[in-house]
């Protein structure tokens, strides 16, 4: 049910004014001045007001300035009810933001044609802004589809084309020249093809976590478990990748830290996150990592003592619709995958994930998940 909003000093006009609105079943408020009818309007956001101009503490004028400055209610319309009839006082009033106006004594057929007429626009109005949030969202929908796929295809053909011709040429060099490759140059062919095996492996699985996450097919099942050892396990299968660079692991985990979330995804998570920070940090460099309790969450920190990340380039890690990527301290390549599936994987859980960085001085990842 529409709500009409009567601002009159008189009470005779507001009782007249009652009387007419009930016959078309509005619901009716009313203020006897302009200081209570600012504070009532912004409770109730009727669908229209009926204003009086000349009021004794503050005029109708100052009453609809002030609605009009209030972007909650500064949409609702305004009719203005004065016994002027001045040409002035009507643009005045039309000027400050007023649909229309009324002059008493007016008449009942006046009145609700009027009131009509401007509900109904307004409705219309509320209509074609709802169904324009609603595109928008959609519009914003596709786009995030596509860019979603558009993203998927582009790592499908660029990065694990590139793995395989490297792969294919390794194995080649090795088959045609067998013979005439040194054992040093065959043992540096090998752990080459290893290597990549390796980092292919862990592109295609985020390739395939992402895809079932898009597609609805992969759920959190989240369930208690120690992070120590967790993370223990997770430093394990980075050892190799550390060890190449001289990097120093450090886990300062207590030993009674729970979480609350799915293990399959925060393993995808960690694993992804001391990957990059080994990637980004230099020989010698180090790696750690730390939680610490709050209330009913656990706070996860990995710091690295790398390269850091500037303020723009922050903007775009977890953004699947901008194309980012950065040559590691090693000449690692990536593709973005990793943080973008982190970023979901993190939210999934009812988590958030943010980052700090200084560049040059390295940077530290966060992650904010239910302990319980």
Known sequence: MNRVFIVDDNQKVRRVLRRHLKKKEYD????????????????????????????????????????????????????????????????????????????????????????????????????????????????????????????????????????????????????????????????????????????????????????????????????????????????????TQAKAKNITLVSSISDTTTVFTDKNMLDTVIRNLISNAIKFTPVNGKVELLSEEKDSEVEISISDTGVGISPQDIEKLFRVDINHSTIGTGEEKGTGLGLILCKEFVEKNGGKIWVESEVGKGSQFHIRLPSQ
């Open 28 to 239: 009716i408020y009313e203020a006897e001045n302009g200081t209570m009818a600012l504070t009532e309007i912004e409770k109730i956001r009727p669908d229209l007001i009926l204003l009086d101009v000349m009021m004794p503490d503050m005029d109708g004028f100052e009453v609809c300035k002030r609605l009009k400055q209030n972007p909650a209610i500064s949409n609702i319309p305004i009719i203005f009810l004065t016994a002027k009839s001045e040409e002035d006082d009507i643009i005045a009033g039309l000027e400050l933001g007023a649909v229309d106006y009324i002059t008493k004594p007016f008449s009942h057929k006046e009145l609700m044609t009027r009131v009509n007429t401007h509900i109904e626009l307004k409705t219309a109005r509320d209509t074609i802004l709802l169904q324009r949030e609603e595109l928008k969202r959609a519009n914003e929908e596709l786009k995030k589809s596509n860019a979603t796929k558009n993203k998927f295809f582009s790592i499908i053909s660029h990065d694990l084309g590139n793995f395989f011709h490297a792969l294919i040429g390794l194995s080649s060099m090795l088959t045609e020249e067998h013979d005439s490759l040194s054992v040093e140059k065959k043992e540096k062919v090998f752990e080459i093809i290893l290597k990549s095996s390796e980092k292919g492996y862990r592109l295609l699985q985020n390739l395939l976590q992402w895809s079932q996450a898009q597609t609805g097919k992969i759920t959190s099942k989240p369930t208690k478990f120690g992070l120590k050892t967790f993370i223990a396990d997770n430093f394990e299968l980075s050892s």
